[in-house]
Nanobody, 125 residues
Framework: QVQLVESGGGSVQAGGSLRLSCVLSGDTFSSYCMGWFRQAPGKQREGVAAIPPAGPMPYYADSVKGRFTIFRDNAKNTLYLQLTSLKPEDTAMYYC??????????????????WGQGTQVTVSS
């Protein structure tokens, strides 16, 4: 059974940085498209970034382009999201997700089969 466990969230001031991690267990990590999503209180879940199995050509939401970087280490079964230049509007629960079909690796939550429990990111002004 595939399990995803996120870590690395926390509270930072605006302009600060965090690195989120997500470990996949129970299957071959390198065959999955992986994504990061977030949900703020009272708002719909939104896609943040996605990365294909081999790593090149990641996708980003316009709101995070140039500030967030998604990358993966297939040898460690781990997905990362580097968050920089954080803004208060980045405050949300961040979830990693895995898509078993390694194509159409995009920011559509219904494409993803497995989800982690989330890690909270809080940015204060």
């Amino acid at each position: 059974q595939v399990q995803l466990v996120e870590s690395g969230g926390g509270s930072v001031q605006a302009g600060g940085s965090l690195r989120l991690s997500c470990v996949l267990s129970g299957d071959t990590f390198s065959s999955y498209c992986m994504g990061w999503f977030r949900q703020a209180p009272g708002k719909q879940r939104e896609g943040v970034a996605a990365i294909p199995p081999a790593g090149p050509m990641p996708y980003y939401a316009d709101s995070v382009k140039g500030r967030f970087t998604i990358f993966r280490d297939n040898a460690k079964n781990t997905l990362y999201l580097q968050l920089t230049s954080l803004k208060p509007e980045d405050t949300a629960m961040y979830y990693c997700a895995a898509r078993a079909v390694p194509t159409y690796c995009a920011l559509l939550d219904y494409h993803y089969n497995y989800w982690g429990q989330g890690t909270q990111v809080t940015v204060s002004s």
